[in-house]
């Protein structure tokens, strides 16, 4: 049995493989979580491996004891377990700052857990690495967004552990230092307390100057700069001559700390000061001459003389904040020395910092040196605990102490120094010219004169001294050292010490010791006990020469200064003194034991001195602070025994005692003798011994209040009443001890006393403030907490409540806002000092606090004292919770009950107001309000609802729970947005407490607002509403979070909102008939509860929509309302990005649910049941689309995708369940997509599905989605109009927009009488039908995409869709921009239709490839006359719903040397399901139907499409002979001068023979084999034509490539000739030309309207099927490199054979030399010309950069459009009428160039085998083979020169058919009017072919050799311009006879010679295919025809039978 385990922890010790069920491996090492355990297995979960919880064996794990772990490792641990995991995605996501810095942070805490681990450290340095440590994680969490982890020290706190206030806090406090923390753990923290005293720490590293062979001393000393003097004693290092390195005297010798600086020393102005003085000869050239004769210094005495100053500025070491730790390195600097003249030497350092620079000149260091090089480095806190923190600085460094006292002086301090300063002295000159060297030795002496040792220092650094010896300064009689000393006598011999100065005079040249001339002394005492005074003293000069007669007996009775009281004469008999000489000294004393003050030493004398009582008094109220606290105890019992007499009364001098007292008493209060308190403390409990004065303190306290107001000087009121504090003490200590020595007399007076004491201070507080005396009301409110603490003893808490309540209730409520303040303050230190500690007084005091705080709260101010009052009382209350967790007493309640009583309706009152702005203390109230909610119980909330509804009034009760659950529901819904994002912990632990909260709160709902009566809908709505936002706020939501994190939150708060969402249904269930109040307003909140991913909750809460379905069928009969709203909120909810699959597929199972719930009704609801089922499974329907549009919200490259969804939507609203706001609201998601994307038309096509849905008739108001702004219909439905027209002008789609603008103009018009809009809607459909015309419009092309694989989102998995491309989009950009949509898709490399492997794989997988769209231009049907080709080419992409693609196959043997005989075509067409461009560019594919292409019909396409291109390029130059004439010379090149691949010759070995027919391929063909002969030979017409019309329009420049395309036609011509039996006409006279014969009957012609399909095929190609077509970017059929990109026409589809009527031959005169012997003629051929060979190159084609891909099109062929049409009959009649040509021609089977060889491949079309390579080329591989393909109109403007004639470029050319004439339905072709055909010219004129009686094989055309392919023929520039082209006019026709049987009439074939080279012809339009064009020219106007004989019409009839094929 599986026993729950208590949070055990292990680790593996051995591999465990888990090859068990439901096993989990491990490995060695790896921890584990152990959730339950049996006798011999775990279940737990590994971190490493996220989420798997298995089964492990027990002997494989070792249990760890976690209580022994610590917690900053267990924590190191976690945190990189978490981090690895983000430092991995940095690594990916390439952020290489951010990887490298959280690398190297890990690293330092992985070494940091190592030492932690090691325990080897002790507790106070495990105490720092743990702080180091937790700081750098906090950094790091910081950094990466993660939560912030509250701490208390270095350990996190546990949320259970502490009150919900004090998580609060510890959070504020963990930001703060969170934000300080840096990635090296240094942790700039916020102190509670400011440091007060700072130490510097200084060493000095090197001094780089050489001082000429002497010695040096370098004294340092801190100085300011501000008031220009030393701050600090000096510190002395000696440098050795040799050098600062070769010197050392002892260790640290070079190192010092300078203590005690206070904040203000710490400036700007703070220097550090180098005095370096040389040790040596007097002069130093005597030193340098002494070493030259390498003699030494110790024969003779040496000197102090001034070398240099150096000053460093300390500025930046001054910028110290007390809060951060950013000084706490040691750093290194280094400064220069400067020097002056020796007399200005003493004023060097302030030069130096004045900048001076004129006065002093930098000295030069050695080389190499930087001067003087220090280390400093900054320390805090007191002397001891600088110590403690840095034992080793202080290690043998010396002490160097500040002049003066520091900011806080400790108790215990003892300091006992005197500093002396030798400034300056003035001496006489003594009749010698030159100033006098003068030294000063110092000596302190006794009155004995002896010399005192060990008190004289001369800096710190050096011992001790008898005597101090200054500096000399040279030739000075009026020198200034300004040196100072340090004196430290003892107390027992400072009053009877003196100081002895001895002036003596130094010889440059003497060896002896230099002379006395005079001294001075100073006493250091006067007889008061009063030391030597601070500042400047100047003293007398002594002569004396003699230092025998230097008795202290001797002088000491004399003055040493002026006014010298203890001197007995002025002047003495051996000594003498001038009036001119005098020495300056200047003092100054630092000591705790001396004074200098008389007054202080009168006072403490008292009893001795009576009479000078008051003066010493007044006296002392000046004294400096330091003074009085040296000798505070001695000073107090000297003041207490002066205020009262023996028996208690006061004295004469009480006022002015206490007036004294009360100054000591503040003076303590300050932070400079903050650690004194203790000291004070303690003399009043141990010390104080006046039992007596309590009655003359009260009455002191008593008068001040009192007199408050008619006082001239607040001070001293200030001072009483700030100091109450220590009055009171006193007090209460004087009353226990009289009440001790008299048995507890006088204690009813005592108490009566107090009570008209406190009477008098709420007097004070009552006054009406003004600006004097509110500071002593502050001061007052300030003492009240502490005054109160120490009445407890003394008096009962009743009483001490009600005196604290009258106090506070004195203030007035207009006081001013810092009485205010201090009155919140003073309730503050209530309920945090002691009296809230105890039951008695806390409840007083708790009843005073909630008073005020009710006060304040209403008002809202002083919000943040509230604040922090709740907070304080919250804690405490918690904390005794805590404690009597067993056993709650009675008092802790009844508070609990008065606090909730009080506050807590006012204090969510309070919060709901401020919440609407932002209030910094709002965070604060509401910690304080989970506070409370956190300490109340059931009793107590039940109590608290019995309070609100007094009589069973509910108005307050409802009022208080609608309020309440109004402020919980707004923080709920901004996910606890009055904390910080990071703050989770928190969050967690306010959601715990309101969670529970909202229990209790749901009772009273329950059961006092449940009945008929008192039932509240509004109430209960605002409970559920709050309930659900519980539910769905984002910090609750475990899934988002990782899952170490996941599995924390569940194992210490479980997963709540499974708690509330059972709480919710449990209040559903107890609603009862009241449930139809909430339906269907909680349809929504119900459906959000679903969406949360907790199965359970869901499976629970899904029943509620069928109790709901069930209530609202029960009353209304119908559940629309349930069903509307569940629609509506779905939409919503899942629009904002909520909900999942699972969810989905949960919702689908809710039709099983409600099936069996269902089956427990009865069968009287059978309708409900279907309706349900059918319900649900639109919901579901529904579901599926919201999730695939939520799925595709964000993100750009999802826009696509976006819109197919938003289609998916809008459709189900319309069509499924008719939804009009919802439908309008997904059209405006589309139009705002469209216009993201910049799809106008589309936009356009969108706006107008709501325009439809409007109409002009109505005026009723009409609102559009996200536009509040009501309108007449008609008047919307105008405004779209105008929006739709916008947006199809943008998108160039003109043709759309022009029926809007009917419609418009037609309501303007007839409707509205609007001629204006009229006016401009006209002028708007003018503009679009010119645009029609003028503007150019790139035309799409169109791609199918199949979307495979299970991977793929659901509306496109498995589908396949039409998509429109965008502008100039070829496939390879397409494909490109899918990829971008489906990043993780594959493209499939083929065409073949998938698998069910890839159907089904968990992949993604597309296919692409291009289609070509099918035009049905039902608007062109009515045309009469030819459309336009601007007009037509619209129709042709646009408005198509049938697309198609070709794949070609082989069928039988393919025979190697054409394969044109076995090559089908696969066609699959493709219908979409609505057309394109719509309101999507793309749709998916609703059917697809295939069909097979014989061979024969293939090639009749490729033929067919060829000539309508040429043809259609005719038309163009027709209408506009000045258009750029390089399209049609490289299309006619391309067509004639290309034929590389055989071409023709391999048709008609394929397919024009008796073999082929017989054979199973040729089954069935004949007919199709007939029109491809036809075909052909209509191409021979149409190339005549062209060449004609080319010749005519060709400038001279292009001439010579004409001519040469006239015999590359004439040798074409030949070739062919076997086909048509042509016979060759033997002269070239134009008498020899034959006229035709005269007609006997009607011939009819039968006209093949051939469908142009789009299927390019090489001949000679081989192609694998699949692999050449599919893959992306590659064209989807082969294209022939000879032949042209097709296009397809919709009649296509099938090939029909129409069969018309032929209209009568014309009859016309024969020619006048026609010869009728039978004999054949041969078409005319122009004269050959050889190439000559170093003739330049024809032009060359143009640069690809200009020619841009043209895009396949359809043909429209509109030859069956209103066949029965008079009109179109006419038009008929009218063509026949102008005379129509016919070529009769007799297409033999037997064609001798079928059995021609096919030409070769070109080598780079052929393998190393010599077999033939597999070729696709792509629609763009034209641009690349150097071929333009670009339209005519775009190349009018280009310049001939680029023309070329290299036929293997040109041989692969690309054409695009537009058909832009009309076939007749006889076959004839019906130009345009505007066509230059000139009809009297056609009339006249006619020629024929005559049939020959036996085939004549034609010339051969010349061989094109690659390197022929290449160059072309090359004609030269000067021959180009003389040749005249002589064309050649050769017309066919052809009589058709329908009879099989009936011979075919006589070919005639005649020459005509052209005269005037400008007639004009027509043709049928034909692509030019594989190189080959076949055309007939019309003859000239003036050629004269000749009949026919009858023998040779005989002769013809006799030799040609028909042989079946129908023409």
């Not at 006092?1008 to 509004?1018: E, K």
């Not at 109505?1258 to 989605?1265: G, I, K, L, V």
């Not at 067919?1504 to 130059?1517: D, F, M, R, T």
């Not at 030859?1759 to 063509?1775: E, K, L, T, Y």
Request: glycine letters at 6%; aromatic letters at 8%; proline letters at 5%.
């Amino acid at each position: 049995m599986w026993i729950p385990s208590n949070n055990k922890y292990g680790v593996a010790i051995h591999n465990w493989h888990g090859n068990v069920r439901f096993g989990l491996a491990l490995d060695v090492g790896d921890s584990v979580d152990i959730v339950e355990e049996c006798k011999h297995w775990y279940r737990g979960s590994c971190p490493r491996k996220s989420r798997a919880v298995g089964l492990f064996p027990k002997t494989y794990i070792h249990i760890k004891d976690l209580s022994k772990i610590d917690p900053v490792v267990a924590e190191c641990t976690q945190v990189l377990r978490e981090w690895s995991e983000i430092w991995k995605r940095l690594y990916v996501d390439r952020e290489a700052y951010k990887f490298q810095t959280l690398r190297k942070v890990m690293f330092s805490i992985l070494e940091s857990r190592r030492e932690l681990l090691s325990a080897t450290m002790t507790q106070d340095q495990t105490l720092e690495l743990q702080m180091v440590v937790v700081s750098k994680i906090d950094w790091g969490n910081r950094k990466l967004g993660l939560d912030l982890v509250p701490r208390e020290g270095p350990l996190a706190v546990d949320p259970h552990g502490i009150g919900i206030v004090k998580l609060y806090n510890v959070h504020v406090n963990s930001a703060d230092n969170a934000k300080a923390s840096s990635s090296r753990g240094t942790l700039r923290r916020k102190t509670q307390r400011k440091i007060l005293t700072h130490h510097l720490y200084f060493c000095m590293r090197d001094f780089g100057h050489r001082i000429g062979g002497d010695d040096a001393e370098v004294y340092f000393f801190l100085y300011d700069g501000s008031h220009m003097r030393p701050l600090s004693e000096r510190f002395l290092v000696k440098i050795s001559k040799d050098g600062f390195s070769n010197y050392i005297e002892r260790f640290h010798s070079n190192c010092t700390v300078f203590t005690d600086l206070g904040a203000a020393d710490l400036n700007e102005e703070l220097h550090l000061v180098a005095v370096v003085m040389r040790v040596g000869k007097i002069i130093q050239s005597d030193s340098i001459k002494k070493i030259e004769k390498g003699g030494t210094l110790g024969h003779g005495p040496t000197f102090r003389r001034p070398f240099g100053v150096g000053v460093l500025s300390l500025g930046d070491i001054a910028h110290f904040d007390s809060s951060l730790e950013q000084s706490s390195d040691e750093r290194e600097y280094n400064f220069k020395l400067f020097q002056c003249e020796e007399k200005d030497f003493h004023l060097l350092p302030e030069l130096i910092i004045k900048k001076s620079s004129g006065k002093y000149s930098p000295i030069q260091t050695s080389q190499g040196t930087q001067g003087i090089v220090v280390s400093l480095k900054l320390l805090h806190g007191g002397l001891g605990q600088a110590r403690q923190e840095q034992p080793l600085l202080f290690q043998g460094s010396t002490i160097t102490r500040k002049m003066g006292f520091p900011d806080v002086i400790m108790p215990g301090d003892v300091r006992n120094d005197l500093f002396l300063t030798l400034e300056r002295g003035e001496f006489e000159r003594g009749g010698k010219n030159t100033g006098k060297n003068i030294l000063v030795t110092v000596v302190v002496l006794d009155v004995a004169g002896n010399v005192l040792t060990d008190c004289l220092w001369g800096a710190s650094g050096m011992e001790s001294q008898p005597q101090y010896r200054s500096m000399i300064l040279y030739h000075q009689n009026a020198p200034s050292w300004n040196e100072m000393l340090r004196l430290s006598v003892p107390i027992d011999k400072f009053s009877t010490a003196h100081v002895r100065f001895e002036f003596r005079h130094c010889s440059t040249r003497d060896k002896t010791e230099p002379k006395l001339f005079a001294f001075s002394f100073a006493r250091l005492m006067d007889t008061s006990g009063a030391t030597l005074g601070d500042g400047q003293h100047e003293l007398y000069v002594y002569k004396c020469e003699d230092p025998a007669k230097l008795q202290a007996s001797n002088y000491l009775r004399l003055q040493c200064r002026p006014r010298d009281a203890q001197a007995k004469m002025d002047c003495g008999g051996c000594f003498s003194r001038s009036s001119k000489e005098v020495f300056v000294l200047r003092s100054l004393l630092c000591s705790t034991k001396l004074t200098q003050n008389a007054d202080l030493l009168s006072l403490l004398q008292w009893r001795t001195y009576p009479e000078t009582i008051q003066d010493s008094l007044t006296g002392v109220l000046r004294l400096n602070d330091e003074e009085l606290v040296k000798f505070l105890q001695d000073v107090l019992d000297a003041l207490f025994a002066m205020f009262s007499n023996e028996e208690g009364n006061s004295t004469q001098h009480s006022g002015l005692v206490f007036h004294v007292l009360v100054s000591i008493f503040s003076l303590l209060q300050s932070n400079k003798f903050q650690h004194f308190r203790p000291v004070m403390n303690e003399y009043i409990e141990n010390h104080f011994a006046a039992a007596l004065v309590y009655k003359g303190l009260i009455t002191s306290v008593e008068h001040m209040a009192v007199f408050m107001t008619k006082a001239e000087h607040p001070d001293p009121f200030q001072k009483c009443f700030g100091s109450l504090e220590y009055i009171f003490k006193l007090l209460i200590q004087s009353r226990k001890l009289f009440a001790r020595a008299t048995g507890g007399q006088y204690e009813d007076s005592f108490k009566r006393d107090l009570h008209s004491l406190f009477t008098a201070l709420n007097g004070m507080l009552a006054v009406p403030s003004y600006d004097v005396i509110i500071p002593t009301q502050e001061a007052l409110l300030n003492s009240t907490g502490v005054v109160l603490e120490q009445l407890k003893d003394t008096l009962p808490a009743p009483e001490l409540g009600m005196l604290a309540r009258n106090m506070l209730d004195a203030i007035p409520r207009g006081a001013p806002i810092r009485l205010i303040q201090a009155k919140l303050h003073a309730v503050k230190d209530l309920v945090s000092g002691e009296l809230f500690h105890e039951d008695d007084s806390r409840t007083v005091v708790l009843s005073v606090a909630c008073k005020h705080l009710r006060m304040h709260l209403s008002r809202r101010d002083e919000l943040r004292l509230c604040a922090e009052i709740l907070s304080e009382i919250l804690s405490q209350l918690y904390d005794l919770q805590k404690e009597q967790r067993d056993k709650v007493t009675n008092t802790l309640q009844h508070d609990l009950d008065s606090l909730c009583k009080n506050i807590l309706g006012i204090l969510i009152r309070t919060i709901s107001i401020i919440m609407e702005g932002s209030n910094a203390v709002l965070p604060q109230l509401v910690s304080c309000l989970l506070g409370l909610l956190q300490l109340l119980d059931e009793t107590h909330y039940k109590r608290y609802w019995d309070e609100l509804s007094p009589n069973k009034d509910p108005r307050d009760l409802k009022e208080f729970l609608s309020k309440s659950l109004l402020v919980y529901e707004e923080l709920l819904t901004q996910d606890w947005h009055v904390f910080p994002n990071d703050w989770l912990v928190m969050k967690l632990a306010a959601n715990d407490v309101l969670r529970m909260s909202l229990e209790e709160f749901a009772k009273p709902l329950v059961y006092r607002f449940l009945g008929l009566q008192a039932f509240d809908s509004q109430l209960w709505w605002s409970y559920f509403s709050l309930a659900v936002a519980f539910l769905t706020q984002p910090s609750l939501q475990l899934e988002q979070y990782r899952e170490p994190k996941r599995l924390k939150i569940l194992h210490s708060h479980g997963d709540m909102r499974v708690l509330m969402g059972f709480q919710i249904l449990s209040m559903w269930s107890q609603l009862g008939e009241q449930k139809l109040h909430f339906i269907p307003s909680m349809v929504g909140p119900f459906l959000e509860v679903t969406l949360v991913p907790e199965p359970a909750l869901r499976k629970a809460t899904l029943s509620v929509f069928y109790d709901m379905m069930q209530c609202e069928q029960a009353a209304r009969g119908s559940f629309r309302l349930v069903e509307s709203e569940l629609i509506d909120k779905l939409d919503l909810l899942i629009s904002e990005n909520k909900g999942d699959d699972e969810y989905r597929e949960l919702f689908s199972t809710m039709e099983h649910l409600s099936l069996v719930l269902l089956e427990k009704v009865q069968v009287e609801n059978p309708n409900w049941k279907e309706a349900g089922i059918a319900f649900i499974a639109s919901v579901t329907r529904l579901l599926e689309r919201l999730l695939d549009y939520r799925s595709v919200m964000q993100g750009e490259e999802n826009r696509d995708k976006r819109m197919t969804c938003t289609v998916n939507l809008l459709n189900f609203y319309k069509n499924e369940i008719n939804r009009k706001e919802m439908y309008l609201r997904y059209i405006y998601k589309l139009h705002n997509l469209h216009l993201q994307a910049e799809n106008y038309t589309e936009a356009g096509f969108t706006l107008k599905l709501y325009a439809s849905m409007l109409s002009w008739d109505r005026e009723t108001q009409s609102f559009a989605p996200f536009d509040n702004s009501g309108q007449p219909e008609w008047q919307r439905k105008e405004r779209l109009y105008h929006e739709i027209l916008k947006y199809f002008d943008k998108g160039k789609c003109w043709e759309k927009g022009i029926p809007l603008c009917k419609e418009l103009a037609q309501l303007y018009e007839t409707r509205r009488f609007d001629y204006n809009k009229l006016s401009e809607i006209l002028i708007q459909e003018a503009k679009f039908f010119q645009n029609i015309l003028t503007q150019l419009r790139p035309e799409p092309e169109y791609f199918r995409v199949g979307f495979y694989g299970m991977g793929l989102p659901l509306f496109v998995r498995n589908k396949q869709f039409v998509y429109r491309g965008l502008e100039y989009e070829r496939i390879g950009a397409f494909t490109q921009r899918l990829q971008t949509e489906f990043p993780s898709a594959q493209i499939l490399s083929n065409n073949s239709p998938p698998d069910n492997a890839i159907l089904n794989a968990p992949d993604q997988y597309i296919q692409i490839s291009n289609v070509r769209p099918v035009g049905d231009a039902q608007a062109l049907k009515t045309a009469m006359v030819p459309v336009p080709e601007k007009i037509a080419r619209f129709y042709e992409v646009n408005d198509v719903t049938r697309f198609i693609y070709d794949r070609p196959m082989y069928k039988g043997t393919v025979d190697k040397d054409n394969e044109f005989k076995s090559l089908w075509i696969e066609r699959t067409i493709l219908e979409i399901a609505s057309p394109l461009p719509g309101i999507l560019r793309w749709y998916e594919v609703k059917q697809k139907t295939m069909q097979e292409l014989t061979p024969v019909e293939y090639a009749c396409e490729i033929i067919s499409n060829a000539g309508k291109e040429l043809s259609e390029l005719i038309v163009q130059y027709k209408r506009d002979p000045k258009r750029n004439i390089n399209p049609f010379s490289m299309r006619l090149q391309g067509t004639i001068d290309a034929n590389v691949m055989g071409g023709i010759s391999k048709y008609q070995e394929a397919f024009f023979s008796e073999q082929f027919l017989k054979s199973p391929q040729g089954a069935g063909q004949q007919a199709n084999v007939q029109r491809l002969k036809v075909l052909i030979l209509e191409q021979i017409q149409i190339l005549e034509q062209a060449l004609e019309l080319h010749g005519q329009l060709a400038p001279s420049g292009v001439q010579p490539l004409h001519n040469r395309l006239l015999e590359r036609f004439s040798q074409l011509k030949q070739s062919l000739s076997g086909m048509g039996r042509l016979k060759r006409q033997h002269s070239e006279s134009i008498v020899n030309t034959p006229l035709p014969p005269l007609p006997t009957e009607q011939r009819v012609a039968q006209a093949t309207a051939s469908s142009s399909l789009n299927a390019n095929a090489h001949t000679n190609y081989v192609y694998d099927l699949d692999e050449m077509y599919t893959r992306p970017g590659d064209t989807v059929r082969p294209v022939d490199p000879l032949s042209s990109y097709q296009t397809l026409s919709k009649e296509s589809l099938s090939i029909p054979l129409e069969d018309a009527a032929a209209p009568p031959v014309p009859n016309r005169p024969r020619s006048q030399n026609f010869i009728g012997n039978g004999s054949m003629d041969s078409p005319e051929v122009p004269p050959k010309r050889q190439p000559t060979l170093n003739s330049p190159n024809a032009p060359p084609l143009p640069p690809r950069g200009i020619t841009p891909d043209k895009r396949a099109s359809n043909p429209l062929i509109f030859n069956d459009f209103g066949s029965g049409d008079a009109v179109g009959r006419r038009h008929s009649q009218q063509q026949q009428h102008h005379g129509q040509k016919y070529s009769v021609v007799d297409i033999s089977y037997d064609d001798p160039e079928a059995d021609q060889q096919p030409h070769s491949l070109p080598p780079n079309f052929q393998d190393g085998s010599g077999g033939t390579l597999s070729v696709c080329f792509a629609p763009n591989d034209f641009r690349d083979s150097g071929i333009s393909t670009t339209s005519s109109r775009e190349l009018n403007h280009m310049n001939l020169n680029n023309l070329s004639e290299d036929s293997s470029s040109i041989s692969t050319i690309t054409v695009q058919h537009r058909e832009h004439c009309r076939i007749s339905s006889n076959g004839s072709l019906d130009y345009n009017a505007t066509a230059s055909m000139n009809i009297t010219q056609r009339e006249s004129s006619t020629s024929s072919f005559d049939v020959e009686d036996f085939p004549v094989p034609p010339p051969p055309i010349p061989p094109k050799s690659l390197a022929v392919s290449s160059n072309g023929v090359n004609i030269s520039v000067d021959e180009a311009h003389s040749l005249h082209p002589s064309t050649q006019a050769n017309t066919t026709q052809l009589n058709h006879s329908q009879n099989p049987n009936q011979n075919h009439s006589t070919n005639s074939h005649h020459h005509q010679q052209q005269q005037n080279g400008d007639g004009d012809g027509y043709s049928t339009l034909q692509h030019p295919v594989n190189g080959l064009g076949l055309a007939t020219l019309p003859p000239p106007p003036s050629a004269v025809e000749a009949p026919l004989p009858a023998s040779a019409i005989a002769s013809s009839s006799s030799s040609h039978q028909h042989d079946g094929g129908t023409f």
